[in-house]
Protein backbone atom coordinates (compact mmCIF):
# COMPACT_ATOMS: atom_id res chain seq x y z
CA UNK A 1 0.00 0.00 0.00
CA UNK A 2 1.46 3.12 -1.09
CA UNK A 3 1.65 5.81 1.72
CA UNK A 4 2.28 9.31 2.40
CA UNK A 5 3.58 11.19 5.29
CA UNK A 6 3.57 14.77 5.23
CA UNK A 7 5.10 16.39 8.34
CA UNK A 8 6.98 20.08 9.87
CA UNK A 9 9.47 20.66 11.90
CA UNK A 10 11.96 22.81 13.55
CA UNK A 11 15.72 22.79 13.21
CA UNK A 12 18.07 23.18 16.38
CA UNK A 13 19.51 26.16 16.64
CA UNK A 14 22.80 24.44 17.23
CA UNK A 15 23.14 22.95 13.98
CA UNK A 16 24.58 24.43 11.15
CA UNK A 17 23.01 24.90 7.53
CA UNK A 18 25.72 23.18 6.14
CA UNK A 19 25.54 20.28 7.71
CA UNK A 20 21.97 20.09 5.77
CA UNK A 21 23.16 19.36 2.87
CA UNK A 22 24.98 15.99 4.10
CA UNK A 23 21.72 15.42 6.11
CA UNK A 24 20.03 14.87 2.88
CA UNK A 25 22.65 13.15 1.22
CA UNK A 26 22.16 10.41 3.74
CA UNK A 27 18.46 10.38 3.87
CA UNK A 28 18.46 9.97 0.01
CA UNK A 29 20.72 6.65 0.27
CA UNK A 30 18.51 5.80 2.82
CA UNK A 31 15.23 6.11 1.04
CA UNK A 32 16.36 4.53 -1.80
CA UNK A 33 17.23 1.32 0.13
CA UNK A 34 13.96 1.39 1.69
CA UNK A 35 12.03 2.08 -1.90
CA UNK A 36 11.01 5.95 -0.29
CA UNK A 37 11.01 8.76 -2.04
CA UNK A 38 10.22 12.22 -1.00
CA UNK A 39 10.72 16.42 -1.13
CA UNK A 40 12.25 18.38 1.26
CA UNK A 41 11.43 22.31 1.92
CA UNK A 42 13.76 24.45 3.83
CA UNK A 43 12.72 27.92 4.57
CA UNK A 44 16.07 28.96 7.08
CA UNK A 45 13.99 27.69 10.02
CA UNK A 46 11.90 24.82 9.49
CA UNK A 47 11.20 21.58 7.48
CA UNK A 48 8.61 20.42 5.53
CA UNK A 49 8.97 17.27 4.07
CA UNK A 50 6.64 14.67 1.91
CA UNK A 51 7.61 10.99 2.33
CA UNK A 52 5.89 8.34 0.32
CA UNK A 53 6.47 4.59 -0.15
CA UNK A 54 5.27 1.21 1.44
CA UNK A 55 3.40 1.77 4.44
CA UNK A 56 5.82 0.00 6.97
CA UNK A 57 9.01 1.08 5.76
CA UNK A 58 7.20 5.02 5.96
CA UNK A 59 6.23 4.54 9.31
CA UNK A 60 9.64 2.90 10.24
CA UNK A 61 11.34 6.04 8.83
CA UNK A 62 9.26 8.67 10.08
CA UNK A 63 9.48 7.50 13.69
CA UNK A 64 13.25 7.65 12.93
CA UNK A 65 12.97 11.32 11.37
CA UNK A 66 10.71 11.67 14.82
CA UNK A 67 13.59 10.86 16.68
CA UNK A 68 15.77 12.76 14.98
CA UNK A 69 17.79 15.32 17.85
CA UNK A 70 19.14 18.21 14.99
CA UNK A 71 15.46 19.00 15.10
CA UNK A 72 12.49 19.50 16.89
CA UNK A 73 8.16 20.63 17.57
CA UNK A 74 7.67 17.52 14.95
CA UNK A 75 3.93 17.73 13.58
CA UNK A 76 2.52 15.44 11.42
CA UNK A 77 0.84 17.14 9.01
CA UNK A 78 -0.86 14.20 6.73
CA UNK A 79 -1.08 10.48 6.55
CA UNK A 80 -2.80 8.84 3.63
CA UNK A 81 -3.09 6.63 1.16
CA UNK A 82 -2.41 6.74 -2.58
CA UNK A 83 -2.81 4.86 -5.72
CA UNK A 84 0.29 6.51 -6.89
CA UNK A 85 3.90 8.30 -6.22
CA UNK A 86 3.84 11.89 -6.69
CA UNK A 87 7.66 12.16 -6.30
CA UNK A 88 8.89 8.74 -8.10
CA UNK A 89 12.23 10.52 -9.44
CA UNK A 90 14.25 10.62 -6.73
CA UNK A 91 15.31 9.60 -3.24
CA UNK A 92 15.23 12.61 -1.39
CA UNK A 93 15.04 16.33 -3.08
CA UNK A 94 16.35 19.34 -1.30
CA UNK A 95 14.62 22.77 -1.91
CA UNK A 96 15.83 25.74 0.21
CA UNK A 97 12.81 28.35 -0.04
CA UNK A 98 15.96 31.06 0.48
CA UNK A 99 17.13 30.82 -2.85
CA UNK A 100 13.86 30.80 -4.94
CA UNK A 101 11.23 32.71 -5.78
CA UNK A 102 7.82 31.43 -4.33
CA UNK A 103 6.50 30.48 -7.77
CA UNK A 104 9.78 29.22 -8.73
CA UNK A 105 10.05 26.80 -5.98
CA UNK A 106 6.57 25.39 -6.13
CA UNK A 107 7.27 25.23 -10.11
CA UNK A 108 10.50 23.16 -9.34
CA UNK A 109 8.55 20.78 -6.60
CA UNK A 110 5.53 20.21 -9.49
CA UNK A 111 8.59 19.62 -12.28
CA UNK A 112 9.73 16.99 -9.96
CA UNK A 113 6.12 15.38 -10.12
CA UNK A 114 5.32 12.01 -11.91
CA UNK A 115 2.95 12.49 -14.92
CA UNK A 116 -0.09 11.73 -13.11
CA UNK A 117 0.29 14.51 -10.40
CA UNK A 118 2.37 17.04 -12.50
CA UNK A 119 0.01 19.72 -13.46
CA UNK A 120 -2.13 19.91 -10.93
CA UNK A 121 -2.60 20.99 -6.45
CA UNK A 122 -5.93 19.53 -6.80
CA UNK A 123 -4.77 17.01 -4.04
CA UNK A 124 -4.45 17.30 -0.61
CA UNK A 125 -0.69 16.59 -0.51
CA UNK A 126 0.54 18.90 -3.21
CA UNK A 127 -2.10 21.54 -1.41
CA UNK A 128 0.48 21.59 1.74
CA UNK A 129 3.24 22.25 -0.22
CA UNK A 130 1.74 25.58 -1.72
CA UNK A 131 0.93 26.52 2.58
CA UNK A 132 3.81 26.06 3.70
CA UNK A 133 5.85 28.05 1.00
CA UNK A 134 3.35 30.83 1.16
CA UNK A 135 2.78 30.38 4.65
CA UNK A 136 -0.24 30.04 5.02
CA UNK A 137 0.26 27.56 7.84
CA UNK A 138 2.62 29.47 10.11
CA UNK A 139 0.10 31.32 12.03
CA UNK A 140 -0.81 27.56 13.48
CA UNK A 141 2.27 26.40 13.87
CA UNK A 142 3.59 27.14 17.47
CA UNK A 143 7.14 27.24 18.50
CA UNK A 144 7.05 25.79 21.70
CA UNK A 145 10.16 25.17 23.75
CA UNK A 146 11.88 21.72 24.98
CA UNK A 147 10.11 19.70 27.78
CA UNK A 148 13.23 19.99 29.61
CA UNK A 149 13.07 23.69 29.98
CA UNK A 150 10.18 23.37 32.68
CA UNK A 151 9.92 22.15 36.33
CA UNK A 152 7.21 20.97 38.27
CA UNK A 153 7.19 22.26 41.82
CA UNK A 154 4.60 20.32 43.73
CA UNK A 155 2.90 22.72 46.61
CA UNK A 156 1.27 21.52 49.74
CA UNK A 157 -1.94 21.90 49.08
CA UNK A 158 -2.56 18.23 49.85
CA UNK A 159 -6.05 17.45 52.40
CA UNK A 160 -7.25 14.12 53.32
CA UNK A 161 -10.69 13.02 54.77
CA UNK A 162 -11.98 10.23 57.05
CA UNK A 163 -13.95 8.42 54.15
CA UNK A 164 -17.38 8.83 54.34
CA UNK A 165 -19.12 5.69 55.55
CA UNK A 166 -22.06 5.90 52.92
CA UNK A 167 -22.25 3.34 50.09
CA UNK A 168 -19.89 5.66 47.70
CA UNK A 169 -16.61 8.04 48.12
CA UNK A 170 -15.53 10.50 45.92
CA UNK A 171 -12.07 11.72 44.66
CA UNK A 172 -11.29 15.32 43.94
CA UNK A 173 -8.98 16.47 40.92
CA UNK A 174 -8.42 20.19 40.19
CA UNK A 175 -9.14 22.25 37.22
CA UNK A 176 -6.04 24.82 36.72
CA UNK A 177 -4.81 27.67 35.75
CA UNK A 178 -0.97 26.97 35.53
CA UNK A 179 0.30 30.70 34.40
CA UNK A 180 -1.80 32.24 36.66
CA UNK A 181 -1.03 30.36 39.29
CA UNK A 182 -5.02 29.52 40.30
CA UNK A 183 -7.49 26.73 40.89
CA UNK A 184 -10.67 27.17 39.04
CA UNK A 185 -12.44 24.09 40.07
CA UNK A 186 -12.30 20.58 41.66
CA UNK A 187 -13.79 17.61 40.28
CA UNK A 188 -15.59 15.54 42.41
CA UNK A 189 -15.40 11.46 40.86
CA UNK A 190 -17.14 8.88 42.62
CA UNK A 191 -15.55 5.76 43.36
CA UNK A 192 -16.79 2.87 45.47
CA UNK A 193 -16.51 2.67 49.17
CA UNK A 194 -13.28 0.77 48.86
CA UNK A 195 -12.04 3.40 46.18
CA UNK A 196 -12.91 1.50 43.01
CA UNK A 197 -13.95 3.35 39.72
CA UNK A 198 -17.06 5.04 38.49
CA UNK A 199 -17.90 1.43 36.62
CA UNK A 200 -17.26 -0.59 39.78
CA UNK A 201 -19.75 1.60 41.47
CA UNK A 202 -22.30 1.52 38.48
CA UNK A 203 -22.22 -1.81 37.22
CA UNK A 204 -23.99 -3.69 39.80
CA UNK A 205 -26.89 -1.02 39.63
CA UNK A 206 -30.09 -1.43 37.27
CA UNK A 207 -32.51 0.42 35.54
CA UNK A 208 -33.49 3.04 37.71
CA UNK A 209 -31.33 2.57 40.84
CA UNK A 210 -28.22 3.65 38.54
CA UNK A 211 -30.28 6.96 38.53
CA UNK A 212 -31.45 7.17 42.49
CA UNK A 213 -27.61 6.03 43.40
CA UNK A 214 -26.60 8.81 41.19
CA UNK A 215 -28.09 11.08 42.22
CA UNK A 216 -28.22 10.15 46.29
CA UNK A 217 -24.02 10.09 45.72
CA UNK A 218 -23.81 13.67 45.43
CA UNK A 219 -24.70 14.41 48.61
CA UNK A 220 -21.86 12.82 49.81
CA UNK A 221 -19.80 14.76 47.54
CA UNK A 222 -21.39 17.92 48.72
CA UNK A 223 -20.48 16.51 52.05
CA UNK A 224 -17.20 16.00 51.31
CA UNK A 225 -16.90 18.98 49.51
CA UNK A 226 -18.06 21.41 52.87
CA UNK A 227 -15.26 19.64 54.66
CA UNK A 228 -12.37 20.45 52.21
CA UNK A 229 -10.81 24.03 52.09
CA UNK A 230 -12.49 24.65 48.82
CA UNK A 231 -12.95 28.03 49.56
CA UNK A 232 -14.72 29.87 46.34
CA UNK A 233 -13.44 27.10 43.91
CA UNK A 234 -16.41 25.84 41.72
CA UNK A 235 -17.17 22.38 42.50
CA UNK A 236 -17.75 20.11 39.12
CA UNK A 237 -20.12 16.99 39.52
CA UNK A 238 -21.04 14.74 36.95
CA UNK A 239 -24.69 13.31 36.19
CA UNK A 240 -25.93 11.36 33.63
CA UNK A 241 -28.42 13.76 32.04
CA UNK A 242 -31.44 11.02 32.60
CA UNK A 243 -30.86 11.24 36.20
CA UNK A 244 -32.72 14.56 36.14
CA UNK A 245 -35.29 13.10 33.82
CA UNK A 246 -35.87 9.93 35.83
CA UNK A 247 -35.49 11.20 39.63
CA UNK A 248 -38.79 13.27 40.40
CA UNK A 249 -37.66 17.07 42.10
CA UNK A 250 -33.86 15.81 41.18
CA UNK A 251 -32.99 19.37 40.88
CA UNK A 252 -34.60 20.40 44.02
CA UNK A 253 -33.09 17.18 45.89
CA UNK A 254 -29.79 18.47 44.71
CA UNK A 255 -30.35 22.12 45.84
CA UNK A 256 -31.39 21.00 49.50
CA UNK A 257 -28.15 19.12 49.34
CA UNK A 258 -26.53 22.23 48.55
CA UNK A 259 -28.22 24.41 50.64
CA UNK A 260 -28.05 21.79 53.69
CA UNK A 261 -24.21 21.97 53.08
CA UNK A 262 -24.01 25.60 52.67
CA UNK A 263 -22.85 25.86 49.11
CA UNK A 264 -24.57 27.98 46.69
CA UNK A 265 -25.90 27.08 43.69
CA UNK A 266 -23.29 29.68 41.37
CA UNK A 267 -20.65 27.53 42.65
CA UNK A 268 -21.61 24.45 41.25
CA UNK A 269 -20.96 22.88 37.54
CA UNK A 270 -22.86 20.07 36.19
CA UNK A 271 -21.17 17.84 33.79
CA UNK A 272 -23.11 15.53 31.47
CA UNK A 273 -21.00 13.56 28.86
CA UNK A 274 -21.53 14.65 25.66
CA UNK A 275 -22.75 10.94 23.99
CA UNK A 276 -25.65 10.57 26.37
CA UNK A 277 -26.80 14.46 25.56
CA UNK A 278 -27.09 13.75 22.02
CA UNK A 279 -29.18 10.64 22.31
CA UNK A 280 -31.53 12.15 24.79
CA UNK A 281 -31.55 15.64 23.77
CA UNK A 282 -35.44 16.78 24.74
CA UNK A 283 -35.11 15.49 27.98
CA UNK A 284 -31.66 17.06 28.65
CA UNK A 285 -33.19 20.28 27.52
CA UNK A 286 -36.03 20.05 30.33
CA UNK A 287 -32.99 19.02 33.17
CA UNK A 288 -30.78 21.81 32.17
CA UNK A 289 -33.27 24.45 32.07
CA UNK A 290 -34.22 23.62 35.60
CA UNK A 291 -30.46 23.66 36.55
CA UNK A 292 -30.35 26.91 35.25
CA UNK A 293 -33.25 28.79 36.74
CA UNK A 294 -31.54 27.44 39.91
CA UNK A 295 -28.21 29.18 39.53
CA UNK A 296 -26.45 26.45 38.47
CA UNK A 297 -23.77 26.07 35.66
CA UNK A 298 -23.48 23.10 32.86
CA UNK A 299 -20.82 21.49 31.38
CA UNK A 300 -20.52 19.46 28.39
CA UNK A 301 -18.33 16.42 29.33
CA UNK A 302 -15.86 14.69 26.86
CA UNK A 303 -17.11 17.17 24.21
CA UNK A 304 -15.71 15.78 20.66
CA UNK A 305 -16.09 12.22 20.85
CA UNK A 306 -19.70 11.64 20.52
CA UNK A 307 -19.33 12.90 16.97
CA UNK A 308 -22.40 14.96 17.54
CA UNK A 309 -20.37 18.02 19.46
CA UNK A 310 -20.55 20.69 16.66
CA UNK A 311 -24.21 19.66 16.03
CA UNK A 312 -25.02 19.78 20.06
CA UNK A 313 -23.48 23.36 20.06
CA UNK A 314 -25.78 24.68 17.36
CA UNK A 315 -28.79 23.62 19.97
CA UNK A 316 -27.29 24.56 23.22
CA UNK A 317 -24.51 26.18 25.05
CA UNK A 318 -23.37 25.36 28.20
CA UNK A 319 -21.13 27.38 30.11
CA UNK A 320 -18.15 24.88 29.53
CA UNK A 321 -17.30 22.35 27.48
CA UNK A 322 -14.30 19.63 28.32
CA UNK A 323 -12.89 18.36 25.75
CA UNK A 324 -12.43 14.61 25.13
CA UNK A 325 -9.03 12.99 26.18
CA UNK A 326 -8.49 11.27 22.77
CA UNK A 327 -8.33 14.80 21.17
CA UNK A 328 -5.86 15.87 23.36
CA UNK A 329 -3.65 12.89 23.47
CA UNK A 330 -0.11 13.90 21.85
CA UNK A 331 -1.28 16.68 20.41
CA UNK A 332 1.96 18.41 19.90
CA UNK A 333 2.93 15.63 17.71
CA UNK A 334 -0.93 16.06 15.18
CA UNK A 335 -1.91 18.35 12.59
CA UNK A 336 -5.04 17.07 12.57
CA UNK A 337 -6.01 17.30 16.26
CA UNK A 338 -4.37 20.53 16.30
CA UNK A 339 -6.88 22.00 13.80
CA UNK A 340 -9.70 20.29 15.19
CA UNK A 341 -9.16 22.55 18.58
CA UNK A 342 -8.05 25.33 17.04
CA UNK A 343 -11.55 25.33 15.42
CA UNK A 344 -13.12 24.56 18.71
CA UNK A 345 -11.41 27.42 20.72
CA UNK A 346 -12.15 29.68 17.90
CA UNK A 347 -16.37 28.60 18.31
CA UNK A 348 -16.52 29.12 21.90
CA UNK A 349 -14.62 32.48 21.78
CA UNK A 350 -17.55 33.70 19.78
CA UNK A 351 -20.40 31.93 21.70
CA UNK A 352 -18.53 32.97 25.47
CA UNK A 353 -18.02 29.70 25.98
CA UNK A 354 -15.54 28.31 28.55
CA UNK A 355 -13.20 25.56 27.85
CA UNK A 356 -11.29 22.65 29.96
CA UNK A 357 -8.74 20.04 28.51
CA UNK A 358 -8.72 16.47 30.52
CA UNK A 359 -6.35 14.34 30.94
CA UNK A 360 -3.09 16.39 30.28
CA UNK A 361 -0.34 14.05 31.01
CA UNK A 362 2.71 15.71 28.64
CA UNK A 363 4.47 19.09 29.61
CA UNK A 364 4.61 19.60 25.64
CA UNK A 365 0.85 18.67 25.47
CA UNK A 366 0.14 21.18 27.99
CA UNK A 367 2.71 23.91 25.94
CA UNK A 368 1.31 23.50 22.89
CA UNK A 369 -2.80 24.07 24.76
CA UNK A 370 -1.47 26.99 26.51
CA UNK A 371 0.26 28.16 23.23
CA UNK A 372 -3.30 27.72 20.96
CA UNK A 373 -5.28 29.73 24.04
CA UNK A 374 -6.43 27.63 26.57
CA UNK A 375 -6.25 28.36 30.13
CA UNK A 376 -7.69 25.59 32.48
CA UNK A 377 -6.15 21.98 32.80
CA UNK A 378 -7.28 18.83 34.45
CA UNK A 379 -4.90 16.43 34.68
CA UNK A 380 -2.08 13.99 35.82
CA UNK A 381 0.70 15.83 34.68
CA UNK A 382 -0.57 18.93 37.41
CA UNK A 383 -2.29 16.69 40.06
CA UNK A 384 -3.93 13.56 39.76
CA UNK A 385 -7.74 12.05 40.99
CA UNK A 386 -7.75 11.87 44.68
CA UNK A 387 -9.31 9.25 46.96
CA UNK A 388 -11.15 11.41 50.13
CA UNK A 389 -9.30 14.53 49.86
CA UNK A 390 -7.30 16.87 47.36
CA UNK A 391 -3.84 16.40 46.07
CA UNK A 392 -1.18 18.05 45.83
CA UNK A 393 -0.35 20.04 42.83
CA UNK A 394 2.73 20.20 40.63
CA UNK A 395 3.09 23.63 39.12
CA UNK A 396 4.84 24.37 36.47
CA UNK A 397 7.90 26.77 36.62
CA UNK A 398 10.40 27.99 34.04
CA UNK A 399 13.78 26.51 34.84
CA UNK A 400 16.64 29.54 35.01
CA UNK A 401 19.22 29.38 32.51
CA UNK A 402 22.64 29.10 33.62
P1 LIG B 1 -14.72 12.34 33.28
O1 LIG B 1 -15.81 13.18 33.87
O2 LIG B 1 -14.25 12.66 31.92
O3 LIG B 1 -13.54 12.42 34.34
C1 LIG B 1 -12.20 12.46 34.03
C2 LIG B 1 -11.58 11.11 34.17
O4 LIG B 1 -10.26 11.15 33.64
C3 LIG B 1 -11.43 10.64 35.61
O5 LIG B 1 -11.54 9.21 35.61
C4 LIG B 1 -10.01 11.05 35.94
O6 LIG B 1 -9.45 10.32 36.98
C5 LIG B 1 -9.34 10.75 34.62
N1 LIG B 1 -8.13 11.52 34.42
C6 LIG B 1 -7.87 12.79 34.79
N2 LIG B 1 -6.65 13.15 34.41
C7 LIG B 1 -6.12 12.09 33.75
C8 LIG B 1 -4.86 11.87 33.09
O7 LIG B 1 -3.98 12.73 33.03
N3 LIG B 1 -4.68 10.66 32.52
C9 LIG B 1 -5.64 9.68 32.58
N4 LIG B 1 -5.36 8.50 32.01
N5 LIG B 1 -6.83 9.87 33.19
C10 LIG B 1 -7.06 11.05 33.76
P2 LIG B 1 -12.54 8.48 36.59
O8 LIG B 1 -12.48 9.14 37.94
O9 LIG B 1 -12.26 7.03 36.48
O10 LIG B 1 -13.94 8.80 35.98
C11 LIG B 1 -14.36 8.23 34.79
C12 LIG B 1 -15.71 8.75 34.37
O11 LIG B 1 -16.74 8.32 35.25
C13 LIG B 1 -15.79 10.28 34.43
O12 LIG B 1 -15.14 10.80 33.31
C14 LIG B 1 -17.29 10.49 34.48
O13 LIG B 1 -17.83 10.48 33.16
C15 LIG B 1 -17.80 9.26 35.22
N6 LIG B 1 -18.15 9.67 36.60
C16 LIG B 1 -17.34 10.02 37.63
N7 LIG B 1 -18.06 10.37 38.72
C17 LIG B 1 -19.37 10.28 38.36
C18 LIG B 1 -20.62 10.54 39.02
O14 LIG B 1 -20.67 10.97 40.18
N8 LIG B 1 -21.76 10.34 38.31
C19 LIG B 1 -21.75 9.90 37.03
N9 LIG B 1 -22.92 9.73 36.41
N10 LIG B 1 -20.61 9.66 36.36
C20 LIG B 1 -19.43 9.84 37.02
MN1 LIG C 1 -16.30 14.98 34.22
Redesign the pocket.
Known sequence: MLTTIIYRSRLCNSVPFKDIESMVAAASKKNEQENITGILLFNGIHFFQLLEGPEDAVKAIYSAICEDVRHYNVVELLFDYAPARRFGKTGMELFDLREYSEEKVLQAVLNQGTTRYQLTYNDRALQFFSSFVIGTYNANYFEIPPAESWHLIKDESSVSLYPPNEGCTF?F?PIIDPMAGDVIAY????RTENGS???AF?NHLEGDDIYRA?LK??KT?FAMARMLPLKEKLLS????PM?LVKIPDAVNILLDDLAANQIVPEQVIV?F?ELEVISNFDEFSAAVKSLKYAGINVAI??FGAGGGGLLLLSRFQPDRI?IH?DLIENIHKSGPQQSILLAIIHCCRLLEIQISV????KIEEWMWLESAGIEHF????FA??YLNGLPAIAWPEKKTLF
Open positions: AQEALISPEFDSKAINLLTETDNKRVGIEQGNLPA
